[in-house]
């Protein structure tokens, strides 16, 4: 009597995908499906991520110089707001250095949204959403982390299709955050020391107004 070979049930031991096997991309992620790794291409990419670290703590340490400054000039100002003839002049400064303080304190103040779908869940397919970045990240489980971070390593394109989502998003927020916050700052902050001086110098030499 032949026996049949029994089929196996067990959904364990189903063949796998073949190691030529990619999973395809997703949408946003199909302009780099030519791209391959290269060493001239990982250095790019990793020094401009460097120079824009360098970048935004040459903000960062701008802008606390700047806060400290404002406080020495705040304390100073309040010290001297009992003369009268000053007095004028004096709120000048002490408007201005408050209003540089507030735009430095901008300039380092840490922005962690994350894009978000209407019903206030993350969304992990918005063109903005970055796996790299801790402030998307760390709103996933981390069991669901690992798994896009398993997806992405599988291919090339992935890789350097989030790192130029990285790259991109510190960009903005350089430009349109730190550096126009800290231009702003120092402005503000020349401008009350220029006016304060010339109202001072006018207050002194032709009297109180």
Not at 68 to 78: E, F, K, W, Y
Not at 119 to 131: E, I, M, Q, T, Y
Not at 191 to 205: D, E, P
Request: glycine share 4%.
């Amino acid at each position: 009597m032949v026996r049949k070979p029994r089929t196996n049930l067990d959904p364990r031991s189903a063949p796998g995908p073949s190691a030529g096997e990619r999973k395809p991309l997703a949408e946003p992620f199909t302009r780099f499906a030519e791209i391959r790794s290269r060493g001239t291409l990982d250095y790019a990419l990793r020094t401009i991520q460097q120079t824009q670290n360098q970048m935004s703590s040459m903000a960062d340490t701008k802008a606390s110089i700047m806060i400290t400054v404002c406080s020495i000039v705040l304390t100073v100002g309040i010290t001297r707001f009992e003369m009268p003839n000053l007095r004028w002049p004096l709120l000048v400064l002490i408007a201005s250095v408050l209003t540089a303080l507030f735009f430095a304190v901008l300039a380092v103040l840490p922005s962690l949204t994350a894009p978000r779908k209407k019903d206030g869940s993350l969304d992990v397919d918005a063109p903005s959403f970055n796996l790299f970045f801790f402030g998307h990240f760390a709103e996933l489980p981390r069991d669901r982390f690992e798994t896009m971070l398993v997806d992405i390593a599988r291919d090339d394109a992935s890789i350097y299709a989030m790192l130029a989502r990285d790259i991109y998003g510190q960009g903005l927020v350089l430009a349109r955050r730190k550096y126009r916050m800290l231009r702003w700052s120092y402005l503000i902050f020349f401008v009350g020391i220029l006016v304060t001086a010339v109202s001072a110098i006018a207050t002194i030499a032709f009297g109180s107004p």
